[in-house]
């Protein structure tokens, strides 16, 4: 009996912040009574916030307390000392590393009594006193200790969850509900803004489909007459060009059937599209129908996530190729005769291909991409310079200070060491050069072109387009005129080129692509890819060299 008289008096003069023996007790406004140096910390741990509060109550004060010194209570804790009681309770109060401690002691802290749902601490009996005394802390709700009541916590409104949601069996707050509801209202207006753009889009699909199907027949009739016209001129030319008769009604078959499998596969796409837009629409009008909230927040991000569709509509405003090329074509053939043969097959073969019934596809913007259209170049030797000697299967010119034998051919450069590809270039196509030293041009160009016979290389006429790599690092060369580029130097050169879009970009390759130059025209005949070497612009022993890489 005198240990628990002597330990309830030990309790009653403890301070409530420190739970030792009061010192230099004084008293605040409200009653309570702390050691001095505890509730001068504790006030001025709120002088930030100018409003002073007691620990144990929790009442506020507008102005900073003044503190009084009980005299009896320095008495009386004087004479609790002389009976030789410990200032601090038993090990068995304190909290170990598995018990819930208390939240407001400092220092070694008690062990925690009960958790507060609404203050979202854990106290030790004494600290938990104000819950059972104060009016204010009536409505609290209290239960064993636990040190998981952040997981009570909504993470997005930072609001205590007291509700239950059936569907998900996952607890929320009240403003979840709240803002569920108000969500719903803002989205179902976005609902019927979004219907009415996939209404105006499937409207302007459908046109597009109109304008393919019109695309098609007309297509269908100029390649009709183009055969009609090529049988009756091939009968007259039939003792000089039987072969070339064959290949004109072949390549027309052939841009034929390209023509209508890219018609036919935007079509498709088309439809594709306005199935999809309808089922999105369907989809976005039950979502505006239900009234279940949670699934309303689920399904309506995928729902309401149109993007952005590729826009065809201007698809019937595209040129009209067809085959009337063809026709005049093969007259100048038939008048000419076996003098200009070759080189008229080859505008037979553009005027078929010059000119898309669709919109040219957007220019890639990755190499991934790029590469995708890559291709297979070599050089052709009967078009070299003797001062270039070519190598790995004609892919590779080398600048040397010995002419090679080469024999005469009219379409080799006498003066400048250049040389053209083999392959004509028409469509879509990418390749890379990888140069070596500096004085390199990467160059496309027509095949037959006065200039190069005389005083102009490659960017000195209105028929070739050039990119220089020096030590001064990229020019672009076109019509004698001559561009300085900045941009970063990569010993690899990129070439793009839409022939029918009248696209030409050459880039520096390196981790990245970055674009150098951009031309925009329209070719009147095929391309060729070429390479010219100057040592007199930075090397003058020779052994510069440009290779076409392999990309597949």
Same mark, same amino acid.
Request: net charge neutral; hydrophobic share 30%; proline share 4%.
């Given at each position: 009996?005198?240990?628990?008289?002597?330990?309830?008096?030990?309790?009653?003069?403890?301070?409530?912040?420190? @739970?030792?023996? $009061?010192?230099?007790?004084?008293?605040?406004?409200?009653?309570?009574?702390?050691?001095? +140096?505890?509730?001068?910390?504790?006030?001025?741990?709120?002088?930030?916030?100018?409003?002073?509060?007691?620990?144990?109550?929790?009442?506020?004060?507008?102005?900073?307390?003044?503190?009084?010194?009980?005299?009896?209570?320095?008495?009386?804790?004087?004479?609790?000392?002389?009976?030789?009681?410990?200032?601090?309770?038993?090990?068995?109060?304190?909290?170990?590393?598995?018990?819930?401690?208390?939240?407001?002691?400092?220092?070694?802290?008690?062990?925690?009594?009960?958790?507060?749902?609404?203050? @979202?601490?854990?106290?030790?009996?004494?600290?938990?006193?104000?819950?059972?005394?104060?009016?204010?802390?009536?409505?609290?709700?209290?239960?064993?200790?636990?040190?998981?009541?952040?997981? &009570?916590?909504?993470?997005?409104?930072?609001?205590?969850?007291?509700?239950?949601?059936?569907?998900?069996?996952?607890?929320?707050?009240?403003?979840?509900?709240?803002?569920?509801?108000?969500?719903?209202?803002?989205?179902?207006?976005?609902?019927?803004?979004?219907?009415?753009?996939?209404?105006?889009?499937?409207?302007?699909?459908?046109?597009?489909? #109109?304008?393919?199907?019109?695309?098609?027949?007309?297509?269908?009739?100029?390649?009709?007459?183009?055969?009609?016209?090529?049988?009756?001129?091939?009968?007259?030319?039939?003792?000089?060009?039987?072969?070339?008769?064959?290949?004109?009604?072949?390549?027309?078959?052939?841009?034929?059937?390209?023509?209508?499998?890219?018609?036919?596969? $935007?079509?498709?796409?088309?439809?594709?599209?306005?199935?999809?837009?309808?089922?999105?629409?369907?989809?976005?009008?039950?979502?505006?129908?239900?009234?279940?909230? &949670?699934?309303?927040?689920?399904?309506?991000?995928?729902?309401?996530?149109?993007?952005?569709?590729?826009?065809?509509?201007?698809? +019937? #405003?595209?040129?009209?190729?067809?085959?009337?090329?063809?026709?005049?074509?093969?007259?100048?053939?038939?008048?000419?005769?076996?003098?200009?043969?070759?080189?008229?097959?080859?505008?037979?073969?553009?005027?078929?291909?010059?000119?898309?019934?669709?919109?040219?596809?957007?220019?890639?913007?990755?190499?991934?991409?790029?590469?995708?259209?890559?291709?297979?170049?070599?050089?052709?030797?009967?078009?070299?310079?003797? !001062?270039?000697? $070519?190598?790995?299967?004609?892919? #590779?010119?080398?600048?040397?200070?010995?002419? !090679?034998?080469?024999?005469?051919?009219?379409?080799?450069?006498?003066?400048?060491? !250049?040389? @053209?590809?083999?392959?004509?270039?028409?469509?879509?196509?990418?390749?890379?050069?990888?140069?070596?030293?500096?004085?390199? #041009?990467?160059?496309?160009?027509?095949?037959?072109?006065?200039?190069?016979?005389?005083?102009?290389?490659?960017?000195?006429?209105?028929?070739?387009?050039?990119?220089?790599?020096?030590?001064?690092?990229?020019?672009?060369?076109? &019509?004698?005129?001559?561009?300085?580029?900045?941009?970063? !130097?990569?010993?690899?050169?990129?070439?793009?080129?839409?022939?029918?879009?009248?696209?030409?970009?050459?880039?520096?390759?390196?981790?990245?692509?970055?674009?150098?130059?951009?031309?925009?025209?329209?070719?009147?005949?095929?391309?060729?890819?070429?390479?010219?070497?100057?040592?007199?612009?930075?090397?003058?022993?020779?052994?510069?060299?440009?290779?076409?890489?392999?990309?597949?």
């Amino acid at each position: 009996m005198a240990l628990k008289e002597v330990q309830l008096k030990r309790e009653t003069f403890c301070c409530p912040i420190c @739970l030792d023996l $009061l010192e230099d007790p004084v008293t605040v406004p409200c009653g309570h009574s702390y050691c001095m +140096n505890c509730i001068e910390s504790h006030f001025d741990e709120e002088d930030d916030n100018e409003i002073h509060s007691c620990p144990q109550c929790r009442q506020t004060f507008t102005t900073r307390p003044v503190l009084l010194k009980n005299t009896m209570l320095t008495v009386l804790v004087e004479e609790l000392k002389k009976t030789g009681v410990q200032a601090a309770p038993a090990d068995r109060y304190y909290a170990g590393p598995e018990d819930v401690a208390c939240d407001v002691c400092t220092g070694r802290k008690l062990k925690a009594f009960k958790s507060c749902l609404v203050c @979202l601490a854990s106290y030790c009996e004494q600290h938990l006193q104000p819950h059972y005394e104060s009016p204010a802390f009536e409505k609290h709700q209290l239960l064993d200790p636990s040190g998981t009541l952040q997981e &009570n916590i909504c993470s997005r409104e930072e609001e205590v969850m007291k509700m239950l949601c059936c569907a998900d069996r996952q607890c929320i707050c009240q403003s979840t509900v709240s803002t569920a509801m108000a969500e719903r209202t803002t989205r179902r207006d976005k609902i019927k803004l979004s219907r009415q753009r996939i209404s105006h889009r499937i409207q302007q699909r459908e046109k597009d489909a #109109k304008a393919l199907q019109q695309e098609v027949e007309m297509v269908n009739h100029s390649a009709d007459k183009a055969l009609e016209e090529s049988e009756k001129i091939s009968a007259e030319l039939i003792r000089l060009v039987e072969k070339r008769s064959s290949d004109v009604k072949r390549e027309i078959r052939s841009q034929l059937n390209g023509k209508l499998s890219q018609i036919a596969e $935007l079509q498709e796409k088309t439809e594709h599209k306005i199935t999809w837009l309808k089922r999105k629409d369907t989809g976005l009008r039950k979502l505006s129908r239900t009234k279940d909230h &949670n699934e309303f927040r689920r399904c309506y991000p995928s729902l309401a996530r149109i993007g952005r569709l590729k826009d065809f509509s201007a698809v +019937n #405003k595209s040129p009209v190729v067809h085959f009337e090329g063809v026709t005049g074509t093969l007259s100048e053939v038939r008048d000419e005769l076996e003098e200009a043969l070759r080189e008229k097959w080859t505008n037979i073969s553009l005027g078929m291909t010059k000119v898309d019934v669709l919109l040219p596809d957007p220019e890639p913007k990755t190499r991934d991409e790029f590469l995708k259209y890559s291709c297979d170049i070599t050089l052709d030797p009967n078009t070299a310079n003797k !001062q270039l000697l $070519l190598s790995e299967a004609n892919r #590779k010119a080398t600048y040397v200070s010995e002419a !090679q034998s080469y024999s005469s051919h009219p379409d080799r450069f006498p003066a400048w060491p !250049q040389v @053209l590809s083999r392959e004509w270039l028409t469509g879509v196509h990418y390749w890379e050069v990888e140069c070596k030293g500096k004085g390199v #041009k990467v160059a496309v160009a027509f095949k037959h072109t006065g200039g190069f016979t005389s005083r102009r290389g490659f960017g000195g006429n209105d028929m070739s387009w050039a990119i220089v790599f020096d030590d001064s690092g990229y020019k672009f060369m076109y &019509n004698k005129n001559t561009t300085t580029i900045p941009g970063p !130097q990569s010993s690899r050169i990129g070439v793009y080129l839409d022939h029918g879009a009248g696209n030409l970009s050459f880039y520096s390759v390196s981790d990245t692509m970055t674009l150098l130059h951009r031309v925009k025209t329209i070719f009147t005949q095929p391309l060729y890819a070429g390479i010219g070497l100057f040592p007199a612009l930075g090397v003058t022993a020779g052994g510069d060299s440009a290779a076409f890489c392999k990309l597949k």
